[in-house]
């Protein structure tokens, strides 16, 4: 069985709720997860969330979707759209914390916190509650759950420009990685894709100014969208987090394995003036890294995959 049939195996017949499902990357796994035949529940603010699910039922010929209308700023309808999937299937397996918005301005340029306390809220406080919430009721019941967090390059590359939306996804990277122990009941991912051509990277003149962007360009959502899908079915993986970019294979992230050893090693040691000095040039090597790793030139046969 190759690796592709064992990741739809693990999803056939599993109840999935997406956030952020009405457009993008949500959207699109979405599709995924029901052509891979898995119930899923498409949470979106955006009513058009409804559309989606029933393009996808009516191209399936049959009800693989359903759809809850929630604003994930709000902390009561994170409950809210786990208990509706709870009240329309019984139960839930997998949920993917999709939803994200990135800052129109630079954090510097805002008259005032709005937009800042927003790009928080949904970015990091959503997928922490919801997860919060998911592994009680997965310990509570005994069910194996998977959780998936969309993060992003723009966590591991600090980018001056777009302060909030780095801080957010670097701190669901962080998140992610605290969750490891979790396992094996529960299962907590992430991938951190290098910018795709989605609706929110494409209307986003911050990250169209990135130098990055000019040099590179954007990446096809569907390399993203498999490395979702392995995030999802492969049960090796647990507390990691997958780099995507348009030239090379996903790629786990050791980046926080490696900090808490030479942290740990530091503090039991003593050594703290060699850590400042360590620590600055480890990251410095691991910025290095993921540059390379982005800037990988897209083999010709696999036009981006």
Known sequence: MSNLETYKSNIAGKVAIVTGAASGLGKKL???LAEYDAQVLLV?????????????????????TSWIVSDLCNLQDIQKYLDHAIQTYGHY????????????????????STELDRILALNLRAPMEATRIAVQYFKSTGRKGIILNTASVGGLLPISIMESYGTT???????????KNLAPQVRVNAVAPYFA??????????VQSYPLVKQVGLMLPEKVIKAMVKAIGDESLAGDTLMVAMGAKPEKLTFYDSISLHVTSYIV?????????????????????????????????QSQE
């Open 30 to 32: 979405s599709e995924r």
């Open 44 to 64: 979106d603010i955006n009513p058009s969330a409804e559309q989606v699910s029933q393009e996808i039922n009516a191209h399936l010929s049959r009800n693989a």
């Open 93 to 112: 397996d997998i949920i993917v914390n999709n939803a994200g918005i990135a800052n129109e301005q630079s954090l510097f340029s805002q008259p005032d």
């Open 169 to 179: 996804k670097a701190g669901l990277i962080f998140f992610t990685a605290t969750c």
């Open 197 to 206: 051509d989605t609706p929110l990277v494409a209307n986003n003149r911050l």
């Open 269 to 301: 040691n003593g050594t703290v003036n060699r850590y400042a000095t360590a620590l600055s040039s480890y990251f410095a090597r691991a910025l290095d890294s993921i540059l390379g790793y982005i800037r990988k030139p897209v083999p010709h046969k």
